[in-house]
């Protein structure tokens, strides 16, 4: 052969390579997100009613909206233009109205919509009628991957692919249906106990879920968590062999926590269940918050929240799971001009001057001896900050850390923890200053929420 | 089928459902055949005599030990003419307690055969001549199901509306067992047959549609179904079983809708023939309520009615919503009763007038089934978990005792299905007199059951067969109203299909998972004989089997099959799930043994001393012979790479496919269910065949391709530039691929909005791009510094660096997205799905093969650029070109499984060490041995910590430097790169 027809035959075979890997990806349907059979009457404060319906027979959301009303026995009075002055007894006022809002296939993002309703219900992910206050949004309808969370049948096998998600199945009471977990979760102790013993299986590590595992358990739902990227893909590959799955938002504050629960609740057909966890932490928060927001406690506190004692430390910018905690309880993050995880140059500490240090950390063991050492051995840059002068620096160590770090339903105990150290003033009981394994034998309102 | 039965059937009596409370038949006499139909599913064939039709229907009946007479043109059998249910109107409706008024009367009938259908006798006076009989008892107008042409019928889901599961079959054939047909399709209720078809209800498909099927049971559905009746259906578990009445079926849906379609005509143009409750036409159907009431008790697996049974001309079915209903037989309600729970899925039993109901407040209900009222209420068990109370009751089975009182056996649990925590087994006395419930027994410690108990009353022993799994193994046990406890077989596999039983003599009991036998067992518990659930319809079983003798027809959550022939004989099974690897690595070893036994053998038979030594001396010769020539003796190289190299792929390719974390198969069963995988086109697959062909396959392929492409480019890459170091990263491509994966996966960079940021597409394409961009920036940077080898290194390198450090920067501020980002960059097939797979293959291996053309080139290039221009060879233009297009590999393969180390820098060498170092030897055998390292390394990655996915580049450089440190070390000083 020429150089020529050498030169032509493998412009060819590229050409080919080409051409037919554009093809098979062009043969590829994206995962297209379900469409919820019925619609929502959202009452607020993560209280709705779903109504079971196929929306294709409603040629326009009004219309959708009339027959969810008349099937529940919910009263409706709308305007001339169609919109929503009363339903089930509440009224449209200034600070909050009832109104139509939609989730467009594909996104995730309540969109609000005004009267007259005509839309046709057919073109979103799900309807929702929602009272909702000024600048507020609908009670979390869909998951994170953009798919409905009504209408699923009971669940009897669900298999959890993180801590978190194992702990909110326990919170709902729902260990009984669990057939897999990751190896990851560590609490409640009958789930890890069934997981040795086997009667619960081990579908793979937190951060790499098997697919065969997870297939092997022949699961009615899988819980997966969007923060893991692994995550995300298995949940694609398990909606397409036929698996529901569910990809629950990244819970870092309370309020997605809080909607993860609901959704974990909601899927499963535990509402009630998930109901009194969500109304038992708001519980224990606002009381909390009345205790700190007292002139007893003593104001306005600045902290830093550390992962180790080192003298350039990695520490907590604004929007980490406790840092956002402690924000609910009069206090300022001295580092919040940044977010995520920081790593601090040494000067910012004695620059940044907190009341308050909070370490967490699992290298020490909740010993005086080990905290002692400690204070008295951190860098000079530590030792100039108003936080060591007072003695206000506080070790998190062993569970206690583990329990800070888990965005689960523990998140009252967090909370306990977090504004006792915080306002120490405002409470009957004195916290010690390094935290571990016992935590909850200092928590008078969250004691029994661990869940195990 | 059919003729050979009825002959045999003229002979013997053959019940196919007999109530408990009907005695065994006695010796047949005479020749005429009469059919008894106690109307609820209960038949029998008796052989009789007479003159007169009054006659022999008098002696048939003597033949079961019942008496008939005639009074005033009416017919009583022991005593009965007639039973009405329903009674005046106290306001019954579908969503209140309460009668509607409606009554439905049943008579005795008695029936001639004309040859093609029953024919009502008017006068029992009249003569017989001879023709089949029936007496059977039925409102006006329904006559029998069961034909002599068709002696056979499974009608309710336990058979009769006693539940007795109780089979009366004949076993006549010694042909051998084989699987006769299938059909798929979710089978979670019961098959039912009737006049030679069976009538299966399937749930939904991937549209939500769930139907009901009738099949010609001896051509089976390759001939295409008789009729389909589809149905809206939101339930994977439309678990409730139909019910055949007369000339009609009853299909109850999980969505509250109950259909009455013609059992033989089907549902017509337009479901036309159906009819729904009331009477409605198809169009004006509506369902039952889902929810009357909010039970603060017990919770269901799904909602809707539960299976349907016929007594005494009513149709009686219970409802999640927590009421039991009787509907006539044109859907009429007559009577409905709410309860103080859910019920789910069982049928009621109604026995003599009575129906026996649990619910999941864990209580047993005794209702009138003429008038609904509610004779008994017992509480049996509740539990208290955490807020809320559960329980549970089984579906019933009544033993009538000599007293007049009834022996009520049920299991008892919090009714959470297969995630029970709590559970056991009762027995109840009810005693009509004062409709008492008095507890006779009680069992909580025998460890998990299922809902479903077996009645069986035959010589000696009279009480219940079940199964339940105590701490390890499934066992059978059997039970008396004494509560004599009794094991009768141990270590079972999991069971969760109701059992049935056949002639009084067999068990049949199905195992949950189809990999599991089905068993015959004896009633001492001995196993007789297994079969196995064909292949095609693998999948979890849940449905008892119907017994016909030798055809026996099952199902599963695939499908339904039918068998025929005696099942084979059991053997006792040696390994639990498919075979243990060191079996398989076995069984290969003796083949290789026994292949170089075979080998020696034809070798001394031909002559040669030392067969071994003949042919290690032939080989050499072939390989390396100085006297043949340069080309000849490459030649005779290369065929002897490709096809070690083609076996090596074939091989690991397989041990890929039967090796994972959940099982080990064989290669049999692993291509069989590959093959049955692809013929169903990658839909509705069982358990085997996803995990053979979504969950090992794409990643195996994907790796195979992933080897070819890494090693093509490093050879090329070492063979443009000369220095045995460079692996196909050299250029940039993993860096800049690195920061472009990291920008998506940790700040969410969806490409300037090009893509939605849930495509999975984003980070693949975003990474083959930045690793292109990286690499445009190498080849602009090394043109413009003249455009040699050693140029396009040192930009490669460079930019390599710049790109690390941005992607390191990237990193340290990824926050708690760091895990994320890591994992992309240690490379993994964990997330290679079918998707994916098309693209990354066909790049890979087609790119792959345009340097096998220029291998020429590349052995001229590798002489130094002089020397190459001196042969002529453009050396400028053909370096960049060739650069150009490993880079695009190289991006290609790093696209879609991150960066994976070592297989493009080592294969090449290793193949130089093997081969020398002509490309025309050197390309194919790295395209042969890329692959094959790679896939065995992801077999590790994925098998060697159970259940976690290890980094498959550092797998490959595990197990690839032993290798290479061995030839490096044999062959090391004669090797120059």
Not at chain 2, 1 to 29: D, Q, R
Not at chain 2, 219 to 227: K, L, M, R
Not at chain 2, 234 to 245: A, R
Request: proline fraction near 4%; aromatic fraction near 10%; charge should be negative.
């Amino acid at each position: 052969m020429d150089d020529r027809s050498r030169s032509t035959l493998s412009i060819a075979l590229v050409l080919a390579g080409i051409i037919l890997a554009v093809a098979a990806g062009s043969l590829i349907t994206e995962a297209e997100t379900d469409q919820a059979h019925g619609t929502v009457i959202d009452y607020g404060d993560r209280d709705t009613l779903w109504v079971e319906t196929d929306i294709s027979g409603f040629p326009t959301t009004g219309d959708l909206l009339e027959f969810a009303c008349e099937s529940n026995g919910l009263s409706l009075v709308r305007d001339d233009d169609g919109a929503i002055r009363e339903l089930g007894g509440i009224d449209s006022t200034e600070s909050a109205e009832w109104g139509l809002w939609v989730i467009y296939p594909g996104s995730t993002e309540w969109v609000h919509l005004d009267a007259p309703y005509t839309q046709d219900p057919t073109e979103f992910t799900i309807t929702s009628w929602s009272y909702v206050g000024e600048g507020d949004e609908p009670t979390v309808a869909v998951d994170y991957s953009g798919n409905p969370i009504y209408g699923y049948q009971q669940k009897l096998r669900v298999v959890s692919l993180s801590p978190s998600i194992t702990e909110i199945l326990a919170s709902v009471k729902a260990e009984n249906i669990i057939v897999g977990v990751d190896s990851y979760s560590d609490h409640p102790q009958s789930v890890v106990d069934a997981a040795a013993s086997g009667s619960i299986a081990v579908v793979g590590t937190y951060t790499s879920p098997s697919f065969e595992l997870i297939m092997g358990t022949n699961p009615d739902v899988v819980f997966a968590d969007s923060s893991q990227r692994s995550h995300a893909v298995m949940m694609e590959q398990l909606r397409d062999s036929g698996v529901d799955s569910v990809l629950l938002y990244p819970g870092e504050d309370l309020e997605s926590i809080m909607d993860n629960i609901f959704i974990v609740g909601t899927v499963i057909n535990y509402e009630l269940a998930a109901g009194e966890v969500i109304g038992d932490t708001y519980e224990v928060i606002n009381t909390l918050a009345e205790h700190v927001f007292t002139p007893d406690a003593g104001g306005n506190v600045d902290v830093m929240i550390s992962l180790e004692p080192d003298i350039s430390p990695w520490v907590s910018g604004a929007d980490t799971y406790i840092s956002s905690i402690s924000e609910l309880f009069n206090s300022t993050n001295v580092f919040s001009e940044w977010g995520g995880w920081v790593h601090v140059t040494s000067d910012r500490i004695p620059y940044a001057d907190p009341d308050k240090i909070i370490i967490v950390t699992s290298e020490y063991s909740a010993t005086q001896e080990e905290y002692d050492h400690l204070y008295s051995n951190l860098p000079a840059q530590w030792k100039d900050t108003q936080a060591w002068k007072d003695g206000e620096v506080y070790v998190i160590c062993e569970g206690a850390a583990d329990l800070v770090q888990r965005f689960g339903p523990r998140t009252a105990q967090v909370a306990e923890l977090v504004a006792m150290i915080l306002h120490p003033d405002a409470f009957d009981t004195d916290v010690p200053k390094i935290i571990g394994d016992d935590y909850e034998q200092y928590l008078s309102y969250s004691g029994y929420m661990g869940y195990d | 089928m059919n003729g050979k039965i009825l002959a045999t059937l003229a002979a013997v009596a053959v019940l196919l459902v007999t109530a408990v409370a009907v005695p065994m038949p006695a010796e047949a006499s005479g020749d005429t055949d009469v059919l008894y139909d106690g109307g609820n599913g209960d038949t029998a064939w008796v052989r009789a005599e007479g003159a007169t039709v009054g006659d022999v229907i008098s002696d048939a009946l003597v033949g079961l030990g019942m008496e008939f007479t005639v009074e005033a043109g009416t017919i009583h059998v022991d005593g009965v003419s007639s039973k009405t249910v329903g009674s005046g109107d106290t306001g019954g409706s579908l969503t209140g307690s309460g009668s509607t008024g409606a009554t439905v009367t049943s008579e005795w009938h008695v029936f001639s055969w004309n040859g093609s259908s029953w024919e009502e006798v008017a006068d029992t006076g009249a003569a017989s001549d001879g023709s089949p009989l029936a007496i059977a008892f039925y409102p006006e107008g329904i006559r029998p199901v069961v034909t002599p042409d068709e002696p056979y019928a499974m009608t309710m889901s336990r058979g009769d509306s006693a539940n007795t599961a109780s089979f009366e079959a004949l076993y006549s054939s010694d042909a051998d067992y084989e699987v006769t047909w299938t059909d798929s399709g979710t089978a979670h209720a019961t098959t039912l047959y009737a006049g030679g078809y069976i009538f299966q209800k399937y749930g939904i498909d991937s549209e939500g549609n769930a139907r009901l099927v009738c099949i010609d049971a001896d051509a089976g559905p390759d001939a295409g179904y008789v009729w389909e009746f589809e149905f809206m259906s939101g339930s994977n578990y439309e678990s409730s079983t139909p019910l055949i009445v007369g000339d009609h079926i009853y299909v109850a849906t999980m969505t509250g809708y109950i259909y009455r379609i013609p059992l033989y005509e089907g549902p017509g143009e337009d479901y036309g023939n159906v009819t729904s409750i009331g009477g409605a036409s198809y169009a004006d159907a509506r369902p039952v309520e889902s929810f009357l009431t909010s039970f603060e008790v017990g919770t269901t697996y799904d909602a809707g009615f539960s299976s349907m049974v016929f007594d005494s001309g009513a149709i009686y079915v219970t409802h999640s919503n927590g009421m039991v209903y009787c509907f006539d037989t044109d859907l009429g309600l007559i009577w409905s009763q709410m309860l103080g729970g859910s019920t789910y899925l069982v049928s009621p039993t109604v026995v003599d007038g009575y129906g026996f109901v649990g619910a999941l407040d864990g209580h047993l209900y005794v209702l009138d089934a003429a008038s609904g009222d509610m004779l008994a209420d017992q509480m049996i068990a509740q539990y208290r978990y955490q807020a809320k109370l559960y329980g549970g009751v089984g579906q019933v089975a009544v033993i009538p005792n000599a007293s007049g009182t009834y022996s009520l056996f049920f299991t008892f649990s919090d009714g959470l299905g297969m995630s029970q925590l709590n559970c056991g087994i009762a027995v109840y006395e009810f005693s009509p007199e004062g409709n008492v419930l008095i507890e006779r027994y009680r069992n909580e410690d025998i460890g998990d059951l299922g809902r479903y108990v077996i009645p069986v009353s035959v010589g000696s022993f009279s009480g219940i067969y079940f199964v339940a799994s105590p701490d390890s193994g499934t066992n059978l046990y059997r039970l008396d109203a004494s509560g004599n406890l009794e094991v009768m077989t141990e270590g079972l596999a999991e069971i969760h299909a109701a059992p049935v039983l056949v002639n009084g003599a067999y068990l049949y009991l199905v195992s949950y998972s189809s990999a599991e036998p089905i068993y015959q067992i004896d009633l001492e518990g001995g196993i007789v004989g297994t079969a196995s659930c064909p292949s095609g319809i693998r999948n979890f079983n849940m449905i008892p089997v119907l017994v016909l003798g030798d055809t026996v027809f099952g199902g599963t959550d695939s499908g339904i099959y039918r068998f025929d022939g005696a099942f084979p004989a059991y053997v006792a099974p040696t390994f639990e799930q498919g075979q243990p690897l060191i079996l398989i690595i076995a069984e290969m070893l003796a083949a290789v043994l026994v292949a170089l036994a075979a080998v020696y053998a034809i070798l001394r038979y031909r002559g040669h001393e030392k067969p071994f030594a003949y042919l290690r001396s032939a080989f050499i010769h072939y390989l390396y012979g100085e006297d043949q020539s340069h080309n000849t003796r490459n030649r005779h190289r290369l065929k002897f790479v490709v096809i070690v190299g083609a076996v090596l792929t074939v091989l690991a390719f397989t041990l890929c496919l039967c090796i994972g974390s959940t099982s080990v198969l064989n290669p049999v069963e692993a291509y069989s269910a590959l093959f049955s995988a692809i013929s169903k086109g990658g839909v509705g697959l069982d358990s085997l065949e996803t995990t053979v062909y979504v969950s090992r396959l794409p990643r195996t392929i994907a790796a195979l391709a992933v080897g070819i492409g890494l090693s093509v480019a490093g050879c090329v890459y070492q063979a443009i530039i000369r220095n045995p170091l460079v692996d196909p990263y050299i250029m940039g491509v993993s860096s800049g691929a690195g920061v472009a994966a990291i920008a998506v996966i940790a700040f969410d960079f969806t490409f300037f909005g090009m893509f939605s940021s849930h495509s999975i597409f984003l980070t693949a394409i975003t990474a083959c791009i930045g690793g292109l961009i990286a690499f445009g920036c190498t080849m602009l940077l090394a043109e413009k510094a003249g455009g040699s080898a050693i140029n396009y290194v040192l930009s490669g390198v460079v930019v390599g660096l710049a790109f690390s450090a941005v992607q390191t920067i990237m990193l340290t501020m990824a926050g708690n997205k760091l895990s994320n980002a890591l994992s992309w960059l240690y490379g993994s097939f964990a997330e290679v799905t079918w998707s994916q797979v098309g693209i990354v293959v066909f790049l890979s291996v087609f790119l792959s093969l345009v340097p096998l053309i220029w291998a020429k080139e590349l052995n001229l290039v590798l002489l130094g650029e002089d020397q190459a221009r001196q042969m002529g060879l453009d050396v400028r233009r053909f370096n960049r070109w060739m650069l150009i297009l490993a880079s695009v590999l190289t991006s290609v393969c790093v696209a879609f499984c991150g960066v994976i180390g070592f297989v493009g820098l080592v294969i090449p060498h290793l193949c130089r060490m093997l081969l020398g170092s002509d490309h025309r030897m050197v390309l194919p055998a790295s395209i042969c041995f890329g692959g094959v390292m790679l896939m065995l390394a992801d077999l590790l990655a994925r098998t060697g910590y159970y259940g976690m996915e290890l980094p498959v580049g550092a797998i490959t450089t595990v197990i690839g430097i032993p290798v290479f440190a061995y030839l490096l070390i044999k062959r090391g000083r004669m090797y120059d790169g």
